[in-house]
Each structure stands twice: as C-alpha cells, then as structure tokens.
C-alpha cells in the first residue's frame, strides 16, 4: 500500500488528492468534487505499472458500475486518469459521509479488469439554509426563565467540516442560544411581558466549518402570549419503516403521532413535514390531521435506496416538535439485465481455431442481492459459447471450424436471465461475419468435356464451353482459364485452340483437316485468384466430323492417263465373268467414303456391268462371234456425300483367245490420241524385232507356265499391295472396294506378235496365289501401244 499527495486550489484552499493500490490490482483516488472537465486525476498506466503504449494495443477504456454516466476517463496517450464529467457530490451522494464512484478499467487481450474506486472529496460550495425565511413562534407571557424552544436547525448538503458547525443569535435582551448535537434551542433568559412587548425579532445565523466560511440566516419571530405551557410530544423520537419499491401512490408508508397535554385549541395538534429536500416531496405526503405518510411518487429502490423524513408537530398555539422517520426501500427484481457488447472481432477469418475469443459481453442489473445474480446464455446452435471471464464479463468464443461456404453470417442472440422472482431477461443479437480464405480449387461441373467440329471450320469459331465454379468470396472465388502447355501432332496445343480466359469458352485457332487428324485431348485449367492460388484441370477431347471434301481417288486402273490399262477378255467367257475390277479408295469417312460404281459410257452397252459396291467389271452375257473385239469403257467412281463427288477412268478390253488375233494393238488407244499411238506403236514392233531372241526364250518359260495357270493382260501394277495405298486411307466395310486381292500374269508365245492372255478370277474365286503370279511394271505393253520407247520386259 502506498499514496501520494497532489494539491489541487480550489476557492482559495487546498484539497489532497490521495490514490493507491489496492488488492488484486485495484485503485483507488480521491479528489474534490467540482473539478474542471479535462483535470488530471492520476496516471492510471504508472500506477499499474503499463507501459502507455499498451493502453491503445489493448484497448483500454473506463466502464462506470451501475451507472450510466462516465465521470472519468482515460487518455491512452499517457495514461492519465481525468475528469470526463462534471462531478457534484451532494448530487451523487447526499449528505453520505462517504461518496464513492465505482468505475472499471478493462484491458483486453488478454482481458483485464481493474476497478477504479473514485472517492469524492467536499468542497464548501453549499450555504447552510432553514427550511424557512420566517419562524413564528408563539410564546406565552407566563413562560418561566429557562424555558426552552426548538428550532428547526439550518441543512448543509456539504457534509463534514463543510456542513453546519455552529449557531448565532443576534444579541437581545429575552433569549440566548442553545445547541446540543441535533437539537438547537432558544432560551428563554428573561421573562416577557406581553404588555410591554407583544412581538420580538431574532436574528438566528448558521455557520458551517469550510473555508471560506459560509452562513446562512433567519428570523425567529416571537409573538407574545397568553399562557399555553405544552408543546406536542412524539410517541417516537425516531420512526423505522420498510417500503417496497415500486408502491403504488396512495400506500401508506407509516404513521406518526403525537399528544398534547393543553386542552381546547392549545391541544390541537397538525402535522407536517419538516426541513426535508423536493426528492421527499415528490415522492411522499403527510396527512396534517392524523398523521399518515402516504406514497404520491415513484418509488425506485436504484434511484435512493432510503429516506430519512423531519416530521414536526404543532399545537393550535404554535408549539412544535420533531421526530424523524427513517424509511428503508427495499428491491424488487423490476430491472431487466442489460447486455453490453464491450468487443467484437467482426469479420472474423473462416480458419479461426476453435476457442478463440472474438468479442467480450458485459452485464449489468441494477438490482440487488439476487435479483442482480444474472446466467448469459447462447441457446442458438451456432459454433459459438460464452465463456464466464470476470465479475459480470463473458468472452465469445468459438467452438468449432467455421466455413464461409456453408455460413457466411450469424445472428448470435444472448439471453442474460436474473435469478429473481419472477426472473426478468433481455437479449441481444450480436451480428457477426466470417472473413473468407481461398481454401476452395475450382470445380468444374462436369468430369470431361467433348467438342465435336466439322473439319474444314473457320478459325476462331466456338467449340464448346467449360464452366468451374468457386464457392470461395471475390477474388477468392473469381476463376480464370487457360490451356495446359502440350502438343497436337507434335504443334503447341495453343496453334489449335485457345480459352478465353474469363468465359471459358474454347475456340478454334485455326481450321481442323478430319484427315490429318480426327480427334485430340487438351487439358484446361481453372485458376481462382487467390493467395496462394488454387486451381484444378479437366479434359477436353476435341472430336472432327468428316465433310466431304475428297473426291475418290482411283487407283487400278491408272486414271492419270500418262498409260493405259487393257484386259484380255476370253471368247469363251460366259455371261457372268468377272473380267476386271476397278480399284478406288476416299480420304473420307462414313458414308463420305461409301463409293459406288457406274459404267458411263461403252463400247457395247449390254455386253459387261460393274458390281454398284465392288466395282468389278463382269459380262452380262456369252461372248459372241459379232461382238467387237475392242471394247472401251468409261467407268465413273461417286462418293455417297452431300453433295456427291466423283472421278472417272477408262478400261480397255481385248475379246480374244490368242495375242495373234488382235489385228493390229496399235489400234486399241484413247480416241483422242489414236495419231500418237501409231507412231508409239511403229516404235514398239521395231524393238520387239530387236529383242526377238530375247522373246523367245521370255515365250518359252510363259508356255510353260501357261499349262498350269490362265494368265490376263494387265498393265500397271499388277497385284495392289497395302503399301501401295495413300496414308489416311480406310476401307470401309461393306463398301469399299478393297476387300479381294487380285493377281493377274500374262504371257507371249514365240510365235509372231500373238500372244495369250488369260484372265484369273479373285481369291474370292479360286485365284491362284500371289506367288505363282507373273509380276509385271506398269511400261510392260507400253511400247505395244505406243507410250513409250523402252521395251517390253516380262
């Protein structure tokens, strides 16, 4: 324990102002009432040993106890305890001996609680005064010396030194002073003599004990009598009653009564109130006649808890006396606690551990006993409890994981119920907010994405749309999308599509060959922008549709026309031989590569049809005699797309059983180059001249293949490998024209320029195997036909 001594002038004097420690970290400081706004009380911070800069961390503030004024405050610069509020001690306090103001000093993290006892010094700044200007008094003539007559003494609301110390009369030749304690007398010295004197002036003054001293004054004015020697007397000196508060008006509180030993008019005895405050006369009356003290007022137990009431008697002559009433205000539980949010960390983060404090709740009833006992309670299911901190404080604190996603807010309601009879409650709702983090990736609503696009599509055109959705808040939950690096035959991925960044939607780069290529995978991201980021991929495959942009491409017979093809037809052949097949493939697809074949033009009409799916070439009917033996066809390959595409080839057949027949080859040619042929045909029977030896012996091993197989004609590539066909090319089931392998020889006897050529069926047909063919270059029978000058090689 320890003080300190600070003078503050005040009128001239000079008050000390003492404070101290007190247990468990309390404080206490006295000063006068009537200081200035803004006047240093003591430094709060040096006291409890704070450094001042922890005042404003920590949130310090002054919290009154039990009212709704703060007298005091505290400068968190410095830490200085100062006057907030004017501060009148009578008005606080009354006549109490002792003026004590209650105040709170809270700290938070962690919450402290220091109370501040603020003991209010008196200063002399109240005159004593009589309840009266004027005092009658009526005195008989046969008044003895040493009579004695109360006056009702002077009110000081100062109290102590301050409040009324002595008593002056004015000198005079009938009475002096008298004063004991509580009561103050005049005496009389001198009998009166009504006919010499009927009336007499006193001068009573009144002095309290402050410096400066102050006074205050009154007139006794004395009326001579004729004899009336009793004054009433109280059946009490003192009467103690209880009331409770809240007493309706017209309750009567107590009862006093007095007597009177004279007779007639000089026993007659009224009563009234005393020198008593308006707070007396507001709140209660008195019955003159019988005595009563009846309730005209409210009662409030919170406002003044006690009374003490001056009640004078007087006879029909002017004698008085006194008694005092001291009534007692007894609580009832007719204050609802009140719910006092004092702290609260608002928006708080959705990862904040459970237990932790984010606001601080005070309650207050200003009852008593216990009807001030009060439970705070939180009866919602929310991730949220009070916590019993200190005397009338709870901490708020949570009691589980929150989540911003599942609840962004909370209207937590707290219910502070007294343990009174009945018990009164009142709520507070504390609206809370939770602050979001990133702990959400993206979502894309669907596990993979399909885009589907005609080949042949213009650059920048839409293909599809991914959606990712983020449940976090703003930029926590703002999504962005971008293409995962890769490549698509062996290109960045980013020279085939792009995504637009903030829709989602994917575009074509540029224009897609179904081709080249018929489908491929990117893989999408979506990033939110967060920190750190959090992102998720999804795939998105990318299908091209065929359009029908190739027409069929023919590959037996050669339709470049740079060499011609011919068949040799036997004359024996009966209707229904298959004599040929056209060949032809379609870079497209489904029914874009469905081929059909067509003979456009022939010779002979009805002599030889083409399979509509296969495209072999077959006669309609027997050979005859009359048909003629250079048979030219045209035939026409179209594609089932939309629209439909198409080529064209010419097939020349030989009807013959024997090369010596055919009159002359150089005759079988395109129409329209008949001139060329014969000079390439002219060239042609000279070399066969010069190679005849060679012939020969070529002729020789043919004969003797010729016992074992049938041979056909054919110029070109014979038998059409897999290797042969384009890259991207895909026969069609069911309707392509590549199914069957065929396998053509032919061969020269060593006779003149004649020579047998056998036509051999399919595999599906009984062909003869691919090895025991007789394979032949494409300038085999150039020379025959007058393509070319190189010479026939079998």
Known sequence: MFSKMIAFPTCGFYFVLLFAHVAHGDLSYSFPEEMKRGSIIGNVAKDLGLDRGALSIRRARMEADGTEKRYCDINLNNGELIVAERIDREGLCGEKASCILKHELVLENPLELHLINLHIQDVNDNSPQFKEDLINIEITEMAVRGARFVIEEARDTDVGQNSVQQYSLKNNANFILAADGNTLEIVLEKELDREKQHAIDLLLTALDGGS??????????????????????????????????????????????????????????????????????????????????????????????????????????????????????????????????????????????????????????????????????????????????????????????????????????????????????????????????????????????????????????????????????????????????????????????????????????????????????????????????????????????????????????????????????????????????????????????????????????????????????????????????????????????????????????????????????????YDEKNSKLTSYLIIALVSVSTFFLTFIIIILGVRFCRRRKPRLLFDGAVAIPSAYLPPNYADVDGTGTLRSTYNYDAYLTTGSRTSDFKFVSSYNDNTLPADHTLRKSPSDFADVFGKTEKSLEV
């Open 212 to 669: 400066p001293q102050r006074s205050g004054t009154v007139v006794i004015h004395v009326t001579v009598l004729d004899a009336n020697d009793n004054a009433p007397v109280f059946s009490q000196a003192v009467y103690k009653a209880s009331l409770p508060e809240n007493s309706p008006p017209g309750t009567v509180v107590v009862t006093v009564s007095a007597s009177d030993a004279d007779k007639g008019l000089n026993g007659d005895v009224t009563y009234d109130f005393g020198h008593v405050g308006d707070d007396v006369k507001k709140v209660f009356s008195i019955d003159r006649n019988v005595g009563k003290i009846r309730v005209i007022g409210i009662v409030d137990y919170e406002t003044t808890r006690s009374f003490e009431i001056r009640v004078k008697a007087k006879d029909g002559l002017g004698l008085s006396s006194y008694a005092n009433v001291v009534l007692a205000i007894t609580d009832v539980n007719d204050n609802t606690p009140v719910v006092s949010l004092k702290s609260l960390t608002n928006p708080i983060p959705e990862d904040t551990a459970p237990g932790t404090e984010v606001g601080i709740v005070n309650v207050q009833d200003r009852d008593s006993e216990a009807n001030r006992q009060v439970r705070c309670s939180i009866h919602q299911n929310v991730p949220f409890k009070l916590v019993p901190s200190l005397k009338k404080y709870y901490s708020l604190v949570t009691t589980g994981q929150l989540d911003r996603e599942l609840a962004s807010d909370y209207n937590i309601t707290i219910t502070a119920t007294d343990e009174g009879s009945p018990p009164l409650s009142s709520s507070k709702t504390v609206q809370l907010s939770v602050a979001d983090i990133n702990d959400n990736p993206p979502v894309f609503e669907e596990q993979s994405y399909s885009a589907y696009v005609t080949e042949n599509n213009k650059a920048g055109s839409t293909l599809c749309s991914v959606t990712a959705r983020d449940p976090d808040w703003r930029q926590n939950g703002t999504v962005i999308y971008s293409l995962l690096p890769g490549e698509v035959n062996g290109a960045p991925v980013s020279s085939y599509l792009s995504v637009n960044g903030d829709t989602g939607v994917v575009h074509a780069v540029r224009s897609f060959d179904y081709e080249q290529f018929r489908s491929f995978k990117v893989h999408v991201m979506a990033r939110d922008n967060g920190s750190p980021p959090l992102s998720s991929n999804v795939t998105v495959s990318v299908f091209v549709s065929d359009v029908n942009d190739n027409s069929p491409q023919i590959l037996y017979p050669n339709p470049e026309g740079n060499s011609f093809m011919t068949e040799l037809v036997p004359k024996a052949a009966h209707g229904g031989s298959l004599v040929s097949k056209v060949i032809a493939v379609d870079a497209d697809s489904g029914q874009n590569a469905w081929l059909s074949y067509h003979i456009v033009k022939s010779t002979d009409p009805g002599l030889f049809t083409i399979g509509l799916h296969s495209g072999e070439i077959r006669t309609q009917r027997d050979i005859s005699e009359s048909d003629s033996m250079k048979q030219n066809l045209i035939v026409s390959v179209k594609d089932n797309g939309q629209p439909s595409l198409s080529a064209t080839c010419s097939m020349y057949l030989l009807i013959s059983d024997n090369l010596a027949e055919v009159p002359e080859l150089k005759d079988i040619s």
